[in-house]
């Protein structure tokens, strides 16, 4: 009970093993939690012995209900000084074209199960009066994303429920931050159907200094690379005729 947890949902891969990595490095406890098992035992491994943290593992689907229920009830025992809310995952595609399955699993993953990881640690974070939550959104937060249209959805909702919390927030210890990377290189395009678009990528070593960076400074929400940046705010005043214009030529080439 004593223990402080770093958690790190989507531990196995990507955004996920730089985040623990970067808080293995400043000294936390890492507990990982993904569905693959032999990736997440060797970033723990590595972990425990480049910076002698302790680790834990979790094997948990967090699309489904009922092991992300034990997952969060088993976090919320525990006393978690961060939550790195990061799993999350794609589909590249028409929407009128896409598995209903998969799409019912997206918003299970990129916004159920953050939420309620998010009610897991709350009440354990505020009775100590310190702790961080990072939820991994997206630059797909700051327009529609036609052929990405529900995960752009889905990422609009972690930056809007990120950034209200982080206001209700504010005073007592407790920092959320929401962190919108745009194209990184991890097997998330993969997983999303094409690695051959978006090939102009930043690294995820790249979004993890930005997303500590802003959270020290209480930032509500960071947008990695200067680039990306530019394109969210100018975004925002275009036409929504232009806008999705934009996103479609982006997420087709
Ligand atoms: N890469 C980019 O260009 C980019 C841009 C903006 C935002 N993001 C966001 O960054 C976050 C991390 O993605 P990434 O880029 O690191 O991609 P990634 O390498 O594909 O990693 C995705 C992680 O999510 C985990 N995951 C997927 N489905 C899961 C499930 N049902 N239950 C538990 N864990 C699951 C995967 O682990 P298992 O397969 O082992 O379960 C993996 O560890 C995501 O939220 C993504 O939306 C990425």
């Known amino acids: 009970m004593d223990n402080t947890w770093a ?32 990736r997440m035992q060797e970033v ?28 969060a009830a088993e ?50 974070m505020r ?11 997206s630059t797909a937060a700051f327009q529609p994303t036609p052929s990405m249209t529900v995960y752009a959805a889905s990422k609009a909702y972690v930056l809007r429920f990120s950034t209200g919390l982080w206001r209700e927030l504010k005073g007592t210890g407790v920092r959320v931050i929401a962190s919108c990377p745009g194209p990184t290189e991890t097997g998330f395009w993969e997983a999303a159907g094409n ?4 090939k102009r990528r ?12 802003a959270l020290h400074k209480d930032k509500p929400f960071v947008i990695d690379g200067a680039a990306n940046r530019a394109m969210a ?3 925002r005043l275009a036409p929504i005729g232009f806008q999705t214009k934009i996103a479609q030529l982006i997420t087709t080439h």
Not at 8 to 37: H, N, P
Not at 59 to 65: E, F, I, T
Not at 82 to 108: C, K, V, W, Y
């Open 202 to 213: 930043r690294t995820p070593e790249q979004v993890v200094d930005v997303t500590f960076e």
């Open 7 to 38: 958690v790190v949902t989507g531990g196995s891969s990507g955004l996920g093993v730089a985040f623990a990595e970067r808080l293995a490095a400043e000294g936390a406890d890492i507990w990982l939690a993904a569905r693959s098992e032999d």
């Open 75 to 124: 976090v919320a025992e525990a006393g978690v000084s961060h939550l790195i809310n990061n799993a999350g995952f794609a589909q590249l595609g028409d929407f009128a074209g896409s598995d209903p399955r998969r799409t019912t699993e997206m918003l299970e993953l990129n916004v159920v199960a953050l939420t309620e990881l998010v009610h897991a640690v709350l009440p354990g």
């Open 44 to 71: 723990a491994q590595r972990l425990e012995h480049n910076y002698g943290v302790a680790t834990r593992i979790s094997s948990v689907d967090l699309a489904d209900a009922g092991a992300r229920a034990d997952f």
């Open 233 to 235: 705010f100018a975004t």
């Open 195 to 198: 690695d051959a678009v978006m």
């Open 127 to 137: 009775r100590r009066g310190s702790g961080a939550i990072i939820n991994v959104a």
